[in-house]
């Protein structure tokens, strides 16, 4: 009997149930962009993926902070869960905008700064993966990895700027900027479902990952 | 105070070690040529191009370079348990950091003047009274690569893996200290640009690291 009750018990379905219907009303049901066509279609993953990927990555910087300072064994596994979910939500983020960059651009790849910036964030991330799994002392572990949880976040805001830093080709805000939105509202709606669905799972996955990392340390003590 | 003191002292320990054993610098150099002549050969003799990717060149032979030196420190500190004796003996262990990154400071910036001299030779770059302030430039660069290096080395320096994780940690991190000093650098053979721009940002990167680094010191290299 799982503890917790039925909700716990099906959480996961949910979530995953909410995940598969934005996906078929963002890919099959709202009306195609009078400008771009189907294509434009992919930001309904491609921006809540990078959305979770930077809420997961100040989550590790946040309870990277914590753990240094109040040393509680939760924040470090919260912080590992947040880079494997934030690595896994970027890596599918530079994926779909890749697949639009070919359908919209011509190409898979630009070396755009906002592409580039933010494929070298994936790497810090991918790194401070590997710095975990060099290292079989727990506490150890814990400390070396908060401490480059802390410095990994420097790439988070060149990746933000980086669009104003440099002339780009990726697409400015469209809604968080001044003024009105520059998307059509029912486009707007599907796009607000979409990142708050992916954010749910974002929670959802996270939540497991820390309690499957509870439970392994738990064994490894026995 | 002391901590600065002894700060200088380990750093003025680091460079006459580096002096009389020429050990760590001579290799940085040898790397640096070798990545510079390899470099320029695969793009090919376009002098043009090459003299306007000058600054990026540098950049990333600097970037390589950090990672030989670094690494080079700490494996002289860790040698023979030296490093757990100045933990010991130090009225605040945080100086071994600081002594570091100065030490580390200094070479990086001699090897990236001397880059800037090769650059002139090889790259047809002109360096004239007005190009002057690629010193500060390069200093500030220096500083924050350097702060950068010393604390990843200090998390990466006592794990089996540390040849691959070293540059695996080291060289994202390092991305925002190479994009301003490129950038700075540009700005100065350019003549215009945002150079106080970037050189505030290379100095913000040195203070935000060796700011972290003293935070966060005693945890990272708390010998085990």
């Not at chain 1, 993953?45 to 946040?62: E, K, Q």
């Not at chain 2, 945080?94 to 400071?105: N, P």
């Not at chain 2, 070479?107 to 010193?135: K, Q």
């Amino acid at each position: 009997m799982i503890r917790g009750g039925w909700f716990r018990a099906h959480s996961g379905m949910m979530v995953a149930g909410a995940v598969a219907v934005v996906l078929v009303t963002g890919l099959m049901l709202v009306p195609a962009d009078a400008s771009q066509g189907d294509v434009q279609r992919l930001m309904y993953v491609h921006v809540p993926a990078a959305w979770v990927g930077y809420l997961a990555f100040l989550v590790v910087f946040l309870a990277s902070v914590g753990y240094l300072w109040r040393r509680t064994a939760r924040l470090d596994h919260l912080a590992a869960a947040c880079a494997e979910v934030g690595v896994l939500f970027t890596a599918v983020a530079i994926a779909s905008g890749s697949i639009w960059g070919k359908a919209t651009w011509g190409k898979w790849w630009d070396w755009d700064p906002r592409l580039t910036t933010t494929a070298i964030m994936l790497l810090a991330y991918a790194a401070y993966l590997l710095l975990r799994q060099s290292i079989a002392d727990r506490r150890r572990r814990a400390r070396l990895a908060a401490v480059f949880g802390v410095l990994a976040f420097v790439n988070v805001p060149v990746v933000h700027f980086s669009v104003l830093w440099w002339r780009s080709l990726h697409q400015p805000p469209t809604i968080l900027r001044p003024g009105d939105p520059t998307i059509d509202h029912l486009l707007l709606a599907q796009l607000i479902a979409s990142v708050a669905v992916f954010s749910l799972a974002f929670v959802w996955l996270v939540r497991e990952r820390v309690r499957l990392e509870r439970i392994r340390e738990a064994v490894a003590d026995v | 105070m002391s901590m600065v003191r002894e700060a200088l002292e380990l750093a003025r320990k680091d460079i006459v070690t580096e002096i009389r054993a020429r050990d760590a610098l001579p290799s940085a150099i040898a790397l640096g040529a070798t990545a510079l002549f390899v470099v320029a050969l695969s793009i090919g003799p376009d002098v043009e191009r090459l003299r306007s990717l000058a600054p990026a060149l540098v950049g990333v032979v600097l970037a390589f370079a950090t990672i030989t030196l670094a690494d080079r420190l700490d494996a002289v500190d860790r040698a023979d348990d030296a490093f757990v004796a100045l933990w010991l003996v130090l009225d605040d262990p945080r100086a071994i950091l600081l002594g570091r990154v100065i030490s580390l400071t200094a070479s990086l910036f001699v090897l990236e003047l001397g880059l800037w001299v090769s650059a002139s030779l090889l790259l047809d770059v002109e360096l004239t009274a007005a190009t002057v302030v690629l010193v500060p430039v390069a200093l500030l660069s220096s500083l924050s690569a350097a702060s950068v290096a010393a604390l990843v080395m200090t998390l990466v320096g006592t794990t089996p893996q540390r040849t691959v994780l070293a540059p695996t940690l080291l060289l994202p991190l390092l991305v925002p200290t190479l994009l301003s000093g490129v950038q700075a650098a540009s700005a100065v053979l350019a003549g215009s640009g945002p150079l106080v721009l970037w050189a505030s940002v290379s100095g913000a990167e040195a203070l935000l690291f060796v700011g972290v680094g003293l935070l966060t010191y005693r945890e990272a290299a708390k010998p085990a």
